[in-house]
């Protein structure tokens, strides 16, 4: 499946990151997206989906405004994303090229939602 913004604006995605020096004395950076309960668009895909950040949001998650970071720890509202299924030449990842996101026409459906 391929999922985007309905607006079509970039997905900011929630996370949090750390440096850490190994035993061997080496920094190592890690970072980890948080998630969240499913909406609407994703329960249909998994139980849980990446926590989805709108850019009024980002001051407050990033620390340079006041406010409760923990109060955005919810689902993107419905209607926030759409979804499409796409071909299972995503699951490879020697396939990197913009068809990979074009939907996925099935069997005797002709060409598909862009088609004229």
């Known amino acids: 499946m391929a999922i985007a913004r309905e607006d079509e604006a970039p ?6 990151w ?17 998630t969240t309960a499913a909406n609407r668009e994703m329960v249909g895909i998994h139980n849980r989906m990446p926590l989805v ?14 406010g409760e970071a923990a109060a ?11 979804t499409w299924p796409v071909s299972t030449r995503v699951n490879s990842p020697r396939n990197n090229d913009a068809s990979l996101i ?3 026409v099935a069997e005797g459906e002709g060409g598909g939602p862009n088609s004229a």
């Open 11 to 16: 997905l900011a995605f929630g996370g949090i």
């Open 18 to 34: 750390e440096g850490w020096k190994s035993p061997e004395g080496e920094v190592v950076r890690s970072f980890a997206i948080i």
């Open 53 to 66: 950040l709108e850019a009024a949001d980002w001051p407050t998650w990033l620390g340079e405004e006041p």
């Open 72 to 82: 955005l720890l919810r689902p993107a509202p419905d209607g926030t994303l759409r």
């Open 102 to 104: 074009e939907p996925m």
